[in-house]
Each structure stands twice: as structure tokens, then as C-alpha cells.
């Protein structure tokens, strides 16, 4: 079983929807959470972390589900821009943040 | 402020050549990453250095990969001799001085083994 598991997709959803990602991870140990985005044949760049709380920035919506070890990502109002792949990434408390990255969720935005 | 830089961006051998890549973190990084990215994957760790020390190579596969950080800035990592399943791309990143700062990527090596 891999350690961080996602829907690869792809998701096609026109302008404006509002599409949400999951994904599971499983090791209870994990201690830090996050969103990176990459887009096509470019390097992965940090979307947003994920608090136990839940967390938002702008049309992004971040939730964290401790006990279900379930992370999982919205976007409202799609742009064409928001086209790329989304990595969820855990992280293990072994004196640093090692991450584990999730193979990805494909996300394509149409007009 | 410059990212990460890293070198070649794309590279062509044939199978059982060696083969280097070279990346240059964010100055002041004292933490520098190399992953290993398959289609279709995410990165996956080789190897993790503070300064010059490599402190994590755990899954870094030392039959025929190397790594060296010797004045704790650039970094070079080596394949030697190149197989066919190395074809992937090969991601460099550092961060700060705190262990849980962000971790910033370079553009990646694509190497294609023939």
C-alpha cells in the first residue's frame, strides 16, 4: 500500500466549478500536511499547508481529518489557470520535514 | 533572488554511460534535496544533505548512484553506469536553516537513457 494515496484523475470541470480532491495517507505518525501544485514539465511549488483546523487562501480550502488520516483540497470558482497536477505531500517528524508526495491529481480546467 | 538552479535540463545517453547533474541551491539554503520524479509519480527522496554531511541516503541506490556536497553549496549527483529504468526526471531543492522550512525545487533534470 503506498503511504500517500490520491485519485490520479484527470478531473475535467468547466470554468467556474468547484472541485474537490482527497487523499489518504498511512502512517499515523505523520506530523505536517500539505498542497503542492505542479504544472506540466515544471517543478513542484507549495500550494498551501494543511492545518488540523482547516485553512483557506482565497478560492482554496484545505482540510485535514486526523483520525480518518484523510487530507483534502477544494477549489471554488475554477480558473483555466488552475490547470495542473496536485500533489498531496506528508511530512515525518524525524528531525526534519521529510516529505512523502502522493502521485498526484490531474486537474483540467475548461472554457 | 535567483531559485535553484539546476543543469543540464535535458540529457540523452545510452545505457551504461555515466551521467552527472549539477544544482545549485538558493543562497543560504543549508538544506539540499535530491529527488527522483517517474511519470506519472511524485518525487521520491535519494539523498539529503546539511551543509556538506549527507545525513539521509537511505533510498539513495549506491550501486551505481553517488552524490557529493564537498563545500556545502552545489551539489553534483552521478549515475554510473546509467541503466534504461533510470529514465526520469531528477529534481533538486534546498531550504533554510530551520529543518521544516519550505522546500524550493529547481527545474529538474530530465534524463532519458536509450
Known amino acids: 500500500r503506498k503511504e500517500v494515496e490520491q485519485d490520479p484523475g484527470p478531473f475535467n470541470v468547466p470554468e467556474g466549478a468547484t472541485v474537490a480532491f482527497n487523499c489518504t495517507y498511512s502512517n499515523s505518525a505523520s506530523q505536517s500536511f500539505f498542497w503542492y501544485r505542479q504544472d506540466c514539465r515544471k517543478e513542484p511549488k507549495l500550494l498551501m499547508s494543511?492545518?488540523?483546523s482547516g485553512n483557506e487562501d482565497g478560492r482554496f480550502t484545505a482540510q485535514l481529518n486526523r483520525a480518518s488520516q484523510y487530507i483534502s483540497l477544494l477549489i471554488r470558482d475554477s480558473k483555466l489557470s488552475d490547470s495542473a497536477t496536485y500533489l498531496c505531500?506528508?511530512?515525518?517528524?524525524?528531525?526534519?520535514?521529510?516529505?512523502?508526495f502522493g502521485a498526484g491529481t490531474r486537474l483540467a480546467v475548461h472554457p | 533572488e535567483a531559485g535553484v538552479v539546476q543543469s543540464p535540463r535535458y540529457k540523452i545517453i545510452e545505457k551504461k554511460q555515466p551521467v552527472a547533474f549539477w544544482c545549485n541551491p538558493i543562497?543560504?539554503?543549508?538544506?539540499l534535496y535530491w529527488y527522483l520524479q517517474n511519470l506519472g509519480q511524485g518525487p521520491e527522496l535519494l539523498i539529503r544533505y546539511e551543509n556538506e554531511e549527507a545525513v539521509d541516503d537511505s533510498q539513495l541506490p549506491k550501486d551505481r548512484f553517488s552524490a557529493e556536497r564537498l563545500k556545502g553549496v552545489d551539489s553534483t549527483l552521478k549515475i554510473q553506469p546509467a541503466e534504461l529504468g533510470d529514465s526520469a526526471v531528477y529534481l533538486c531543492?534546498?531550504?533554510?536553516?530551520?529543518?521544516?522550512?519550505?522546500?524550493?525545487f529547481g527545474p529538474g533534470t530530465r534524463l532519458t537513457v536509450l
Open positions: 494543511v492545518y488540523s
Open positions: 543562497s543560504g539554503h543549508n538544506t
Open positions: 531543492a534546498s531550504s533554510g536553516t530551520s529543518a521544516y522550512n519550505e522546500q524550493f
Open positions: 505531500v506528508v511530512a515525518f517528524s524525524g528531525g526534519y520535514n521529510k516529505l512523502i
